[in-house]
């Protein structure tokens, strides 16, 4: 994954020291907020805001926290925002320090332009758990996020946190974590149930693909309420979601595509031909074969996306029939580990 920084100085020097780095794996845009055709700081920080995934800017942290002031949302959504003195002696990440990843991305910037990252944050300054930033490391959607305040004042008043789940976490357990077998009593719960209810942290990973047939011409919004009513029968989070697929003939499906750039997924199909071929237990539809040229799609697509097994077969509602399969998915508690 690219991601895209938007970078802005307020001088010359501090213009220079922006154009100079260079950060793999990110695409830096630099603009000038002096001198002659300068940019417009507030112009510059709206379209930034809400575009690029983090802002750095080159002068005064002070600058930086006007600027940002008027955008702030969600520490869900908001994007990274940092800043670096225009001689390049320290990174400051001002937002976002560990959703966003501006605490790792400070880092990254300390060390390629000779840097001192300077981080505040209290469970990085003790070295302990942040669970917020392994969430994103780990691709897990965060339900309940004001629990993390929790789980962090466990960490910070040296108590242990409890983790359970689903998905059990492959390494060793960061110092104050401890693995249990009890959902209920669980701290952070890693499921794709839906939990909200509970109360607890609950992270959920992107391990269900769905398959999904329809009727010709039906639109994407009639889709988005079959597939949200289906999740909710089945108790199962919409973030734990990660791709659609179908059948080939639904490539070029109106409906279908909208619905997945509506959610931000990815769209698989295959041939009649494919799916007759993936092994298994499915619901069978004289109608379907005859028409597609095998007897089920919605079932068949999301075992053949998914690579795992089925967690719910054909729902039928208002033209549009879902299944569901979960994939198999590994988590560690260290990255790369």
């Known amino acids: 994954m690219i991601g895209r920084m938007e970078a802005i100085a307020f001088t010359e020097r501090g213009e220079r020291l922006l154009r100079s780095i260079e950060l793999p794996g990110w695409t830096i845009g630099v603009s000038r907020g002096y001198g002659a055709g300068k940019t417009p700081l507030a112009d510059w920080t709206e379209a930034a805001f809400r575009q690029a995934d983090a802002l750095l800017f080159a002068g005064a942290a002070a600058i930086a926290v006007r600027a940002v002031a008027p955008h702030l949302g969600s520490k869900l959504s908001d994007p990274a925002v940092l800043a670096v003195d225009e001689g390049g002696q320290f990174v400051i990440p001002l937002l976002s320090g560990h959703i966003g990843g501006a605490n790792r991305l400070a880092e990254r910037l300390a060390a390629a332009i000779g840097a001192t990252p300077v981080i505040t944050t209290a469970t990085d300054r003790r070295g302990l758990f942040a669970v917020d930033s392994w969430a994103v490391e780990q691709r897990l959607a965060i339900v309940h996020p004001a629990a993390i305040k929790r789980v962090s004042a466990r960490l910070l008043a040296g108590q242990p946190v ?176």
Not at 176 to 184: F, L, R
Not at 242 to 248: E, F, G, L
Request: hydrophobic content about 40%.
């Open 162 to 337: 409890r983790a359970g789940g689903d998905f059990p976490v492959l390494g060793t357990p960061p110092r104050g974590v401890v693995w249990t077998e009890e959902d209920a009593g669980a701290d952070i719960l890693l499921s794709i149930e839906d939990r909200s209810d509970t109360g607890q942290l609950q992270l959920v990973p992107p391990a269900v693909v769905l398959g999904i047939g329809c009727r010709r011409g039906i639109g994407g919004l009639a889709i988005e309420r079959a597939v949200s009513r289906t999740l909710a029968q089945h108790r199962l989070r919409p973030e734990a979601v990660s791709a659609v697929c179908s059948i080939d003939c639904k490539r070029e499906e109106a409906g279908l595509l909208a619905f997945c750039r509506r959610w931000n997924l990815p769209f698989q199909t295959y041939t009649a031909g494919e799916l007759a071929g993936v092994a298994g237990d499915f619901s069978r539809s004289d109608f379907v074969r005859a028409s597609v040229g095998v007897d089920n799609v919605c079932e068949r697509a999301a075992v053949l996306g998914s690579g795992g097994r089925l967690l719910f077969r054909k729902t039928a509602m208002d033209g549009v029939t879902v299944a569901a399969a979960r994939k198999p998915l590994t988590i560690r508690w260290e990255e790369g580990e």
